[in-house]
T-cell receptor
């Protein structure tokens, strides 16, 4: 089955700096790669996603890049703000069964 | 946008009792409902996948007789934790796949504490 590795497990940045979180996946058939933000005790919130026919996608301060050959994808957050502090999860899914496999998460702390 | 209503949001039960968690898609038909368990400071682990009208498919290591899943309609799926034990205490969360479009909508989660 699919295996998703996520790094780093914790990331601390100063307000205004950029943050980058990286994930690798094992199943070359995976074709959908969402990123979720989860605050303590709450549901994961989709912040951005990318499909395998696209190499990069941007939404304001957030961007995701996908390298299908290397089987890795990354989340980039620019101009970080304290409210960006949360746990971020990457995930991968194949079209065959639509199951999402999650990475272990990254605790992002943005210091004011 | 798509909404999945999950109830209860938290529950405390005694060891040996059963607890039912309900997920209802309010404005879309959830062809598939996924059930996850999340222990503190850990990732979401898929427990089972259910499709409307058929038996759920459980992930390896998940006891199907302990975690009963019913997906009787395109808008309602339930997870029943039977004979709960303290080690079942966790955050349970469902996610509906909107009509097979690879659009996953999460419920708000249920914090289960077994005492």
């Amino acid at each position: 089955g699919e295996n998703v590795e996520q790094h780093p497990s914790t990331l601390s940045v100063q307000e205004g700096d950029s943050a980058v979180i990286k994930c690798t996946y094992s199943d070359s058939a995976s074709n959908y790669f969402p990123w979720y933000k989860q605050e303590l005790g709450k549901r994961p919130q989709l912040i951005i996603d990318i499909r395998s026919n696209v190499g990069e996608k941007k939404d304001q301060r957030i961007a995701v890049t996908l390298n299908k050959t290397a089987k890795h994808f990354s989340l980039h957050i620019t101009e970080t703000q304290p409210e960006d502090s949360a746990v971020y999860f990457c995930a991968a899914s194949t079209g065959s069964n639509y199951k999402l496999t999650f990475g272990k998460g990254t605790l992002l702390t943005v210091n004011p | 946008g798509a909404v999945v209503s999950q109830h209860p949001s938290w529950v405390i039960c005694k060891s040996g009792t059963s607890v039912k968690i309900e997920c209802r898609s309010l404005d879309f038909q959830a062809t598939t409902m996924f059930w996850y368990r999340q222990f503190p400071k850990q990732s979401l682990m898929l427990m089972a996948t259910s499709n409307e009208g058929s038996k759920a498919t459980y992930e390896q290591g998940v006891e199907k007789d302990k975690f009963l899943i019913n997906h009787a309609s395109l808008t309602l799926s339930t997870l029943t934790v039977t004979s709960a034990h303290p080690e079942d205490s966790s955050f349970y969360i469902c996610s509906g796949d909107r009509e097979g479009l690879l659009v996953y909508t999460f419920g708000s989660g249920t914090r289960l504490t077994v005492v």
